[in-house]
C-alpha cells in the first residue's frame, strides 16, 4: 500500500495517525464487543464519544459558555437556509459580503427568506480581492452579517474579523476553521462542513450563541431549529455517529499536536513556502491579492495552459494528487489543510521545480 499526498480542496486527507486509529478501532471500540457504526447513540459508550468530541471542540477553539455547539446534518449548504431561516427574528434582511463562490452560493440561498443587502463584493476583480473594510455598506437594520473566511475555490482568506457594526457576525468557516486561532466571542454564528479540515463529510459544526438560539418561527422543521437541535444535543434525529467518531479522533490528534496555535505555525510555514516558490518562478502564478492569499487554499495557473494536462499527469505519476483547480476557475489549487505534512508540500515545490526546468 502506498498512500499519496492528497491535494484534493474536499472531502480532503486526513491524519494518517486518525486513519490507523480508526482501523484499529474498527472492529471494537475498546471492550464494548462492537463498531462505533454498530452503537446506539443513546448508549452509554456512544455518549462518551460524543461528549469528548464536543468538549474537545470547545477546548481546542476556547468556545465561551454562552455558545450552543450544534453537529448537524446537511453540510454547509444546509446552513445557507437555517440561519436566515433561525436568526432573522422579524428582520426583513441581511447583509452579506461577497469574497466567491461560497459567498454566491450563500447568498442566493438566504435571498429565497430575506431581502439580501449586498455590503461589498469583490466580483469585479474576479475574486481575487477582499474590498476594503472602509467601503463596506453595513445596514444596521438587517438581522445579521454574514462572510465568508476562506474561499476554498478562489483561494481568498480572511487575516481579520471583520467588524459587524453590532450586527450579529455570522462566518462561514468551512475551510478554514481550526487553522488559527480565532476570537469565538467576535462571533453570533460559526459554521462548518468537516469535510475540509476536521474529519470527513457528513457533519457540520454549528456554534452559535445562545441569544440567537429560538428565534425560529415555528413554521421552521424541527431539525432545521436551532433551538431544538440544541435541547436535544444535536440529537432530534440519528446523528452521523461514525462520522462524529471520526472528528473526534481528528480533535485528538491536533490536541496532541499542541493544538490550534501550533498548528497555524504550521500552516504558516507550509504556505509561505508554497508562494514563495510560485512567486520566484516564471512559470507559475497566483492572481490573489498579497493580503488575503489563502493559507489553505493554493490556485496558481501556469504561464502555458497548454501545459496543464502534462502537469497533472506527471504529478500524479509523482504520488501528488487532485491539484486541478475547480472546475469553474481552472488552473491548479493544492489544498494544505492541517492535515498535509510539510513533507507533502516539500514534495509538491520540488515537482513544480523539476517541471518547470523540464518545460
Ligand atoms: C465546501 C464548502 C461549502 C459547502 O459545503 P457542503 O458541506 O458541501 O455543503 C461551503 N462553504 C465553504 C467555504 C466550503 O469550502
Not at 85 to 105: F, P, R
Not at 161 to 189: E, H, T
Not at 307 to 327: N, P, V
Not at 330 to 339: K, L, W
Request: some cysteine; proline content about 4%; aromatic content about 8%.
Amino acid at each position: 500500500m502506498a498512500r499519496i499526498y492528497n491535494f484534493s480542496a474536499g472531502p480532503s486527507t486526513l491524519p494518517e495517525a486518525v486513519l490507523i486509529k480508526a482501523q484499529q478501532e474498527m472492529l471494537e471500540w475498546q471492550s464494548s464487543g462492537m463498531s462505533v457504526m454498530e452503537m446506539s447513540h443513546r448508549g452509554k459508550d456512544f455518549m462518551a464519544i460524543a461528549d469528548t468530541m464536543k468538549n474537545d471542540l470547545i477546548e481546542l477553539m476556547a468556545i465561551p459558555a454562552n455558545y450552543k455547539v450544534l453537529f448537524l446534518q446537511g453540510g454547509a449548504s444546509a446552513q445557507f437556509a437555517m440561519i436566515p431561516q433561525n436568526i432573522l427574528n422579524g428582520k426583513t434582511s441581511a447583509c452579506y459580503v461577497n469574497t466567491g463562490a461560497w459567498s454566491t452560493s450563500a447568498i442566493k440561498e438566504a435571498a429565497k427568506y430575506c431581502e439580501v443587502k449586498l455590503v461589498a463584493s469583490s466580483e469585479d476583480t474576479a475574486f481575487t480581492s477582499i474590498p476594503a473594510a472602509e467601503h463596506w455598506q453595513i445596514d444596521t437594520d438587517a438581522g445579521y452579517l454574514h462572510y465568508t473566511s476562506n474561499e476554498t475555490i478562489h483561494g481568498v482568506e480572511f487575516n481579520h474579523v471583520p467588524d459587524a457594526k453590532g450586527l450579529p457576525l455570522v462566518c462561514d468557516m468551512s475551510s478554514n476553521i481550526l487553522s488559527r486561532p480565532v476570537d469565538v466571542s467576535r462571533f453570533g454564528i460559526i459554521y462548518a462542513g468537516t469535510q475540509k479540515n476536521m474529519g470527513p463529510s457528513g457533519v457540520t459544526v454549528v456554534i452559535v450563541r445562545e441569544d440567537l438560539v429560538g428565534l425560529a418561527p415555528k413554521s421552521v422543521p424541527s431539525v432545521f431549529n436551532y433551538e431544538q437541535q440544541a435541547k436535544s444535543d444535536s440529537m432530534l434525529n440519528t446523528p452521523a455517529t461514525y462520522n462524529w467518531y471520526l472528528l473526534g479522533l481528528v480533535l485528538q490528534w491536533l490536541k496532541g499536536e499542541g493544538g490550534v496555535a501550533a498548528i497555524e505555525q504550521r500552516n504558516i510555514n507550509k504556505a509561505n513556502k508554497l508562494y514563495q516558490a510560485i512567486d520566484q518562478s516564471s512559470m507559475y502564478r497566483n492572481p490573489v491579492a498579497l493580503d488575503c492569499r489563502s493559507r489553505m487554499n493554493v490556485p496558481f495557473v501556469l504561464a502555458d495552459a497548454g501545459l496543464d494536462k502534462e502537469f497533472l499527469k506527471l504529478a500524479e505519476q509523482h504520488g501528488l494528487s487532485t491539484l486541478a483547480g475547480h472546475r469553474s476557475v481552472g488552473g491548479m489549487r493544492a489544498s494544505i489543510y492541517n492535515a498535509m505534512p510539510e513533507a507533502g508540500v516539500d514534495a509538491l515545490i520540488e515537482f513544480m521545480a523539476e517541471f518547470e526546468r523540464t518545460h
